[in-house]
C-alpha cells in the first residue's frame, strides 16, 4: 500500500510538473505530530538581536500551547510562508523565522499523514486551516500562536477585529499574551523520518526571490492589459503578413519601465549579495592563516 501511494505522488507531480499543473502540497516526512516525534527541544530563550538582523530584517515566532489534542495528535499542520513549506508545528513546540520586512503570506494545511502527508493540488485543500497575509517593519518582533482547543487570552490590538489572523486558531498575538504560554514550549528540532524541519533560520533571501518573482509575474498581466488598451486607443502596429514578429505598440509601455527598474533593482540586490559572500570567504581565508 505505501509503496503504491509512493508511485502515485510521483506520477502527480511529475504530471504535474510537464503539463504546468498547479502545485502539488504534500508534507511527505515533515507531517508527524507529537505523538509520533515528542518536541524534546530546550525551552524558549529569545535569539540575541546581535545573531539576526535585527536592524533590517523581522524576527517571527510560532508556538503551540500543549494540550492534551496536540499531544495526541499523529499529522501536526504545515506552516508555509508565501508558498513556501518550512515546518509543521507540533504540540508544546516553538520555533522560529527570519524574514524579510513587507507583505507576507501565511499558509496552514493539515496533512493525511495516510496519504504521506498529502495537503491538496492548486486551488483544492484537504484542510486549510490559515490562509492570510501580514505586514513586517524591520527590527520588530512577532508572535503566532496556535491551537484548536483555547483561544489566547487577549486579543491583538494592532489587529482588526475581524482580521483572519485575529479570529482563528493560528493567531498573531501580542508579546504579553505569547509570554504567557510560549516560554513553557520547547524548541522544535528536526526528527527525521516523521518531522523534518526547515525552520530556526533566516528566509530573507528566499522572501525577497519570492517578492521579485511575484512582482515580475504582476507586471506581466498589467503589461498584457496596457497592451490591449494601446490596440483599442489606435497606438499599436499590426505585425506584416509576411513578418509575423515585427507589430508591437508604437509607444513605451509603462509597465515595460517597471520591470526594468524591477530587475534592476534585483540585480544590485544580487551583486551586493555575491560582493558580501566573497568579503565573508576573504575573512575565513585570513583566519585560517593564524594556524
Given amino acids: 500500500m505505501l509503496k503504491r ?3 502515485i505522488t510521483i506520477i502527480l507531480s511529475a504530471t504535474g510538473l510537464l503539463t504546468g499543473c ?5 508534507a511527505f516526512e515533515k507531517h508527524g505530530g507529537a505523538f509520533l516525534a515528542p518536541v524534546k527541544g530546550h525551552e524558549f530563550v529569545h535569539l540575541p538581536n546581535d545573531a539576526w538582523g535585527s536592524n533590517e530584517n523581522a524576527m517571527v515566532y510560532f508556538y503551540r500551547p500543549i494540550s492534551q489534542w496536540a499531544e495526541d495528535e499523529i499529522d501536526a499542520p504545515s506552516v508555509y510562508i508565501d508558498d513556501q513549506h518550512y515546518f509543521n508545528l507540533r504540540g508544546n513546540g ?3 523565522l527570519e524574514m524579510a520586512p513587507g507583505t507576507r503570506r501565511l499558509t496552514l494545511r493539515r496533512p493525511l499523514g495516510l ?3 498529502f495537503e491538496g493540488f492548486g486551488h483544492f485543500a484537504l484542510d486549510l486551516i490559515t490562509d492570510a497575509e501580514f505586514e513586517l517593519e524591520p527590527g520588530k518582533v512577532y508572535y503566532f500562536r496556535y491551537s484548536e482547543v483555547s483561544p489566547p487570552s487577549a486579543s491583538n490590538p494592532d489587529l482588526p477585529a475581524d482580521h483572519l489572523l485575529a479570529t482563528g486558531d493560528m493567531q498573531l498575538v501580542s508579546r504579553d499574551v505569547a509570554f504567557e504560554e510560549i516560554t513553557r514550549t520547547r524548541l522544535m528540532h528536526s526528527r527525521p523520518p516523521f518531522a523534518k524541519s526547515n525552520a530556526g533560520i533566516s528566509i530573507v533571501e528566499r522572501n525577497k526571490e519570492d517578492t521579485y518573482e511575484a512582482t515580475i509575474a504582476d507586471l506581466e498581466v498589467a503589461r498584457k492589459a496596457e497592451i490591449e488598451k494601446l490596440k483599442e486607443e ?3 502596429r499590426k505585425a506584416k503578413w ?3 514578429f515585427g507589430g508591437g505598440p508604437t509607444r513605451r509601455l509603462e509597465t515595460d519601465l517597471k520591470i526594468e527598474k524591477v530587475e534592476r533593482e ?3 540586490y544580487q551583486a551586493e549579495l555575491q560582493r558580501q559572500k566573497e568579503l565573508e570567504e576573504a575573512g575565513k581565508k ?5 594556524f
Fill in 266 to 268: 534585483w540585480e544590485d
Fill in 22 to 26: 498547479p502545485k502539488l502540497y504534500i
Fill in 234 to 236: 489606435g497606438h499599436y
Fill in 242 to 244: 509576411y513578418w509575423p
Fill in 115 to 117: 496519504a504521506l502527508g
Fill in 286 to 290: 585570513k583566519w585560517w592563516k593564524f
Fill in 94 to 96: 516553538y520555533t522560529w
Fill in 5 to 7: 501511494l509512493v508511485q
